[in-house]
């Protein structure tokens, strides 16, 4: 009976994430503190479950589907910093918002915590992100990688967070190369935190991602080389976060090129939850 339970409860990869992100999160605030505060969590959560209820009764949806509303709400608070409530609040409202504001043929275009991390940094001086806030502990980054696995397993979107690894790994070794570095550097720098908060819950949701493993393919390599430059050139901090909503507006045309049939989410029985937001 037990076994059943659970195995219903995470044969939605949204309940697996949902337990992660919310570990994480109490782990920072009764362990390691990672910059979040619990006001500004119950704040992200509280605004994005009433976006989420409103827009669902403006649209007409026979429920609202608040999972996704948490999920966002905990990633903005792991993330985003800001100097006031307000921040997150506005943060969690774009974010969900924008799910049913902004789509085309039915589908996402932005990833909703990434759009509200974006929009709130360059539009207001009162929000941004620290990278280092993580950490580069070895351990803390090999507790990521599994639990961010457990995720992409259950979503089977595992291709774009290695696509993705894979492309930032090989501009961090070019570059240590062109500049002479050791490579002490450059895997401190794939211990990041962020970096791997990143790939395994944001650029990997697959409801804002090409729908074929080419368009995948192509969509991860940008990111990487846009973020990149962001980073390292203009020495932009939100360079992930930047890089990712800048290209979303491509995805539409990978998909068009790259036609394959469309992420939809399943539940435990193996039906598909026609939620659409």
């Known amino acids: 009976m037990i076994r059943q339970r659970l195995s219903r409860l995470f044969g939605d990869a ?29 704040v992200a959560v509280g605004a994005g479950i009433a976006t989420q ?33 307000w921040v997150h609040a506005l943060a969690a ?24 991390i974006a929009v709130l940094i360059f539009a207001t001086d009162h929000a941004w ?27 089977r979107r595992t291709d774009i967070v290695l696509f993705y690894l894979f492309c930032h790994c090989g501009l961090l070794l070019a570059r240590a190369l062109w500049l002479g570095d050791p490579l002490a550097i450059t895997l401190n720098q794939l211990q990041n935190g962020s970096l791997l908060l990143f790939a395994f819950f944001m650029i ?4 804002t991602i090409p729908d074929a493993r080419r368009g995948r393919f192509l969509f991860a390599a940008l990111v990487a080389l846009v973020a990149h430059w ?40 193996g039906r598909r939850d026609l939620q659409p937001c």
């Open 53 to 85: 209820i409103l827009c669902s009764r403006l649209v007409g949806l026979p429920r609202a589907e608040l999972r996704s509303a948490v999920i966002a709400a905990l990633s903005l608070s792991l993330l985003l910093r800001g100097d006031a409530l």
């Open 93 to 116: 409202v774009i974010a969900i918002g924008a799910k049913f504001l902004v789509r085309v043929r039915g589908k996402h275009i932005f990833n909703p915590s990434a759009l509200g």
């Open 230 to 269: 962001l980073a390292f050139h203009w020495h932009f901090r939100p360079a992930l976060y930047a890089a990712l909503v800048g290209l979303s507006p491509l995805i539409p045309l990978l998909d068009r090129l790259f036609p394959a049939d469309r992420f939809e989410w399943t539940t435990p029985a």
């Open 129 to 155: 992100v620290s990278p280092g806030q993580w950490g580069t502990n070895l351990w803390f980054a090999l507790l990521l990688s599994l639990l961010g696995f457990c995720v992409l397993h259950a979503s």
């Open 14 to 42: 949204r309940h697996i994430q949902l337990s992660i992100l919310g570990l994480l999160l109490a782990v920072n605030l009764v362990e390691v503190d990672f910059g979040a505060d619990p006001a500004s969590a119950a």
């Open 204 to 207: 990997s949701d697959p409801r």
